[in-house]
């Protein structure tokens, strides 16, 4: 298991680092963009389908998971009206006018971030952690190639960049800190709240699959593939090295087993 600390910088400087490139690389070349976005979507993918999926419908008792996915497929439809694509690299200088800030795509990519963050209090997601990781590198970037283009000075561009990095550890430590305090238990919604980030994970790796090719350039297509496969053999190296999913179950069987031993006891 990670710990807090790991898992808040790798989530923060995934993002912050990745949107303050912005101003240190040149923003017409996005062949490599392209390449990231098409390993980040197969990786996503990946997990999703081997462990996110796998883990809900074992763990969750709740018969209307599905529900809960579907919801957090067309919740992601919903916000991407706001963000235009920014979550999974889009940078069209078009989505709104020159000068403006843009903050139907602030706000939509920030709570999309914080929703992703919360089911990470769960103590089974190791996979999860570098798939939001890898998959806020280009919308990180996406966004400050955006905020480029308006008025706000470099300091101000750098404070968004860092309020859009912070999101997701947000999540991830609000959550924390309800299932382990008194505010209620929360680890009795973290099913629901991984079927929302799956239906979320569906909807955006899938178009980031389908959308991150070129149609013109053949040699980067086969680049693509490439960043693709590279992408699901990480997935399943993750499954077939005995990742952390398969710990969890062990986890909570010993204790359901140790409970058993304490009735007999008394």
């Known amino acids: 298991m990670m710990s807090t600390f790991?898992?808040?910088?790798?989530?923060?400087?995934?993002?912050?680092?990745?949107?303050?490139?912005?101003?240190?690389?040149?923003?017409?070349?996005?062949?490599?963009?392209?390449?990231?976005?098409?390993?980040?979507?197969?990786?996503?993918?990946?997990?999703?389908v081997l462990h996110l999926i796998p883990h809900v419908y074992h763990s969750g008792s709740n018969a209307t998971i599905g529900l809960w996915v579907l919801g957090g497929f067309l919740f992601q439809i919903v916000l991407e009206q706001f963000s235009h694509g920014i979550e999974h690299g889009h940078v069209h200088q078009s989505h709104g006018t020159t000068g403006l800030f843009p903050l139907g795509i602030m706000i939509s990519l920030c709570l999309h971030a914080f929703i992703e963050g919360m089911p990470l209090a769960s103590n089974h997601q190791n996979e999860l952690v570098f798939g939001?990781?890898?998959?806020?590198?280009?919308?990180?970037?996406?966004?400050?190639?955006?905020?480029?283009?308006?008025?706000?000075?470099?300091?101000?561009?750098?404070?968004?960049?860092?309020?859009?990095?912070?999101?997701?550890?947000?999540?991830?430590?609000?959550?924390?800190?309800?299932?382990?305090?008194?505010?209620?238990n929360i680890e009795q919604h973290f099913d629901k709240m991984m079927a929302v980030v799956i239906g979320i994970f569906l909807h955006i790796s899938t178009t980031i699959l389908f959308e991150s090719g070129s149609q013109n350039h053949h040699h980067f297509n086969r680049n693509k593939m490439i960043a693709v496969m590279v992408g699901v053999l990480i997935g399943l190296a993750s499954l077939l090295l005995g990742g952390s999913h398969d710990h969890s179950h062990g986890s909570h069987d010993h204790n359901h087993d140790h409970g058993h031993h304490e009735g007999h006891t008394h």
Do not use: C, E, W
């Open 6 to 48: 790991t898992i808040v910088s790798i989530l923060f400087l995934s993002a912050f680092l990745s949107g303050a490139a912005v101003f240190f690389v040149k923003r017409d070349n996005t062949n490599l963009l392209k390449l990231i976005l098409a390993f980040s979507g197969a990786y996503l993918f990946t997990i999703t």
């Open 132 to 184: 939001i990781a890898i998959h806020h590198i280009p919308a990180a970037f996406a966004l400050a190639s955006l905020l480029v283009n308006t008025q706000l000075s470099k300091q101000k561009i750098y404070l968004m960049i860092f309020v859009f990095a912070a999101m997701t550890p947000a999540g991830y430590l609000l959550s924390k800190g309800i299932s382990s305090g008194n505010m209620g």
